[in-house]
């Protein structure tokens, strides 16, 4: 539907084609090089396309970065809400729920996008977009979770389920928009394979740590030893 009420026109193959050429180039470009520094001209020659034409679908650079940012955030939303939990048990449920809220951040574009658009977000009237669409949905998923362990009695009962969620989210996640605050205080490199494992591990394990009603050291809370100091 458009603004006015009227249907919207479905795009032809060709626009499509072109919307998604534009998209791509533009992701690229505000990865690589922050809303501020990312040209319409580089996007436009990138996508094989006239900076006329890119204006002509996209108002502004602006709205073109939002339009990025929701549909990488849409496609992260619908992956996760989509995952069946109810046939794991609560602890494992959880932990899936947890690894999967942190296995996009392995590409590294994203991890630049997320952090790019924090800034946004925080100094522009953020529009209805896939993230405010698909919260519910998301929260609804760990509030069914975090209910099941109480029940089988194996998470504790004085949980909110949505500051949970959000504490989970940021003790997992933001990690990875804030890789030199990370490298800094443990000397980790999230963008080596085994220094972001070892994160994705203890980051997984402090979070079970917190809500599990029996406090145990299944959940190791030290860093793990290189492979060559293990038995």
Not at 32 to 51: S, Y
Request: glycine content about 4%; hydrophobic content about 35%.
């Amino acid at each position: 539907m458009t603004n006015s009420g009227k249907p919207s026109e479905r795009p032809s193959p060709d626009k499509r084609e072109t919307l998604r050429r534009i998209a791509e180039a533009a992701r690229q470009a505000f990865a690589a090089k922050g809303l501020a520094d990312a040209r319409i001209d580089d996007i436009a020659q990138a996508a094989g396309v006239t900076k006329q034409l890119v204006y002509h679908y996209y108002r502004s650079k602006e709205e073109l970065f939002a339009c990025v940012l929701d549909e990488s955030s849409a496609t992260t939303m619908i992956d996760l809400v989509a995952i069946e939990l109810d046939q794991f048990p609560p602890r494992e449920a959880l932990r899936t729920l947890l690894n999967h809220m942190i296995s996009p951040y392995s590409d590294p574009m994203l991890s630049a996008l997320a952090q790019e658009g924090i800034r946004y977000h925080e100094n522009h009237i953020t529009p209805r977009n896939s993230f405010t669409d698909l919260a519910p949905k998301l929260k609804e998923k760990m509030r069914d979770t975090i209910e099941r362990g109480v029940r089988a009695g194996e998470f504790r009962s004085d949980v909110d389920p949505d500051l949970f969620l959000a504490a989970a989210v940021q003790t997992t996640t933001s990690a990875y928009v804030s890789r030199y605050t990370v490298a800094t205080l443990c000397g980790l490199d999230l963008n080596r394979d085994e220094d972001a494992d070892i994160w994705r591990r203890y980051s997984v394990d402090f979070v079970m740590a917190a809500i599990e009603a029996k406090r145990s050291d299944c959940h190791s809370l030290k860093r793990p030893l290189p492979p060559e100091q293990r038995n």
